[in-house]
């Protein structure tokens, strides 16, 4: 058999990864991997009914399968229009009818997060803060106790220092679930999104209660306190840019 069928037997055989790495062995190994025959293969694979169209006028299966084959995760953001500078989080936590805490949270403090831990946490928590990705967090000083026989409930707003404005995160959302192995309390609420982008319904903003070990079953002692947008932000730069969508009165 010609060493040219050889090829074609065996790139008929290989998955888009292993073709494409063929390609940059040489010119006629490159040439002869982009024939659109082993591309169509790829597409059928992925996606058999875009090969039940009679043709493909725009692109080859090769441009098809280059363009869709993966998810693209790191698209470029544009420099976010908020800064944390401008920002104060008002945060108001009840058990019952009770305040237990209440605070305004300056924006730098709640992205530099928690430095410096207590010793009283346990290991599960201490790999959690210094785990390297991005985490709004800060530290309560002094502690509260939360009641594990009451109802407890948390609110968060945040203003805009440089418009005078305020947006709702959170409203009377309820610590539903305690998490003892990870040392967390949870509660959660559907995010006031602007009107301008109704094309983002239902995303939901996380508040967790950390608290140290030891206590009883009927109070837990906070440390910290997490705020997160893991639905959709997961970096400095995408949570301002959620912030900024926020419905601002």
């Not at 509260?144 to 404005?165: I, Y």
């Not at 006031?192 to 239902?202: A, E, K, W």
């Amino acid at each position: 058999m010609p060493n040219d069928e050889i090829l074609k037997t065996v790139f008929a055989l290989l998955d888009g990864i292993d073709l494409a790495s063929c390609m940059a062995v040489s010119k006629q190994w490159r040439d002869m991997a982009k024939d659109d025959y082993f591309w169509k293969c790829q597409c059928a694979k992925r996606w058999p009914s875009i090969c039940k169209r009679p043709n493909l006028s725009t692109m080859s299966y090769y441009k098809l399968y280059q363009s869709f084959y993966k998810r693209q995760n790191h698209q470029i953001l544009h420099p976010p229009r908020l800064c944390f500078d401008t920002l104060e989080f008002y945060i108001d936590i009840w058990a019952g009818d009770k305040l237990i805490y209440s605070d305004v949270v300056h924006g730098p403090v709640f992205d530099a997060g928690i430095k410096l831990p207590p010793h009283r946490i346990s290991s599960v928590l201490g790999y959690h803060l210094q785990a390297t990705e991005y985490k709004m967090m800060l530290a309560v000083e002094p502690t509260f106790k939360l009641p594990l026989s009451q109802p407890v409930s948390v609110s968060v707003l945040v203003g805009r220092k440089d418009t005078n404005k305020l947006a709702r995160i959170i409203h009377k959302a309820m610590f539903d679930y305690i998490d003892r192995s990870s040392y967390r309390a949870m509660a959660f609420d559907v995010i006031d999104i602007s009107p301008t982008y109704r094309f983002l319904p239902n995303i939901r903003g996380w508040i967790s209660l950390l608290f140290m070990e030891g206590g009883d079953e009927c109070e837990i002692d906070v440390f910290g306190i997490q705020m997160d947008f893991n639905d959709v932000a997961n970096s400095k730069d995408e949570v301002l840019w959620l912030l900024d969508m926020l419905d601002w009165k």
